[in-house]
């Protein structure tokens, strides 16, 4: 399994912590079935952060006329929204949200040029919560594809997660399903797409990042 280099840092000390709780509990406790638990929970502990940061291996649909999903998770939100940050205008918005359990992984829906990328200080809200785009800490991108599409995506943080990566640059060109960044430990991410656009998912449907077609230009 893969893991990504996000997650480095955190395996790190989660190691060490769960590795001097497990050795405190066998020196107070000695080999009793206290020390075996709280054992037991260190280690599966560590294991989920581990998993966490994983990278799984993904069959990418690479297309100009489609957008992909870029990310796991659920389709919470698909409506027409004024979008105001950017794009200063009525598009489609799909929003994704992730849970804990989902691979937290961001990727490019769309390949083209970066016209726009701005980290924005904010709250930490759970991220399913419609006005979450709007109010947490986020992060904008744009991309105008080679048909001229302007595609604005935001990843947002939630209530768990405090810490949005995000590795696109404006000016710089975006590879479709190449990675944008990561977040840590819950949260959502939002598409905004030109009007027009053939909507191909529904609220509720779990989507795969790279893998799942959200649209069609």
């Known amino acids: 399994m893969k893991i990504h280099k996000e997650g480095y840092n955190i395996i790190s000390i989660a190691f060490i912590i769960f590795a001097s709780l497990i050795l405190a509990s066998n020196l107070l406790l000695g080999c009793t079935l206290g020390s075996q638990i709280i054992t037991g929970i260190c280690a599966v502990l560590f294991l989920w952060v581990v ?17 992909v999903a870029p990310c796991d998770g659920k389709v919470v939100i698909v409506k027409e929204v004024e ?6 205008t009525k598009c489609i918005q799909v929003s994704v949200f992730m849970s804990v359990f989902n691979v937290h992984v961001n990727y490019y829906p769309v390949g083209g040029k970066i016209l726009y990328s701005k980290h924005h200080q904010g709250a930490y ?8 785009s709007e109010l ?6 744009v991309v105008e594809t080679e048909g001229g599409k302007k595609v604005l995506f935001r990843q947002i943080a939630g209530y768990i997660a405090r810490r949005i990566v995000c590795y696109a640059n404006a000016g710089d060109k975006a590879d479709q399903c190449s990675q944008v960044g990561f977040i840590k430990f819950g949260s959502r991410m939002d598409l905004f797409l030109p009007l027009g656009t053939e909507v191909c998912v529904k609220k509720g449907d779990n989507v795969k990042a790279c893998e799942t077609i959200v649209a069609k230009f």
């Open 51 to 67: 998993w966490f940061f994983r990278v799984p291996k993904r069959v990418c649909v690479v297309d100009k006329d489609l957008v």
């Open 83 to 88: 979008e105001n940050e950017y794009l200063k």
């Open 125 to 132: 809200i759970v991220a399913s919560y419609p006005k979450a």
């Open 136 to 141: 947490n800490e986020r992060t904008s991108i």
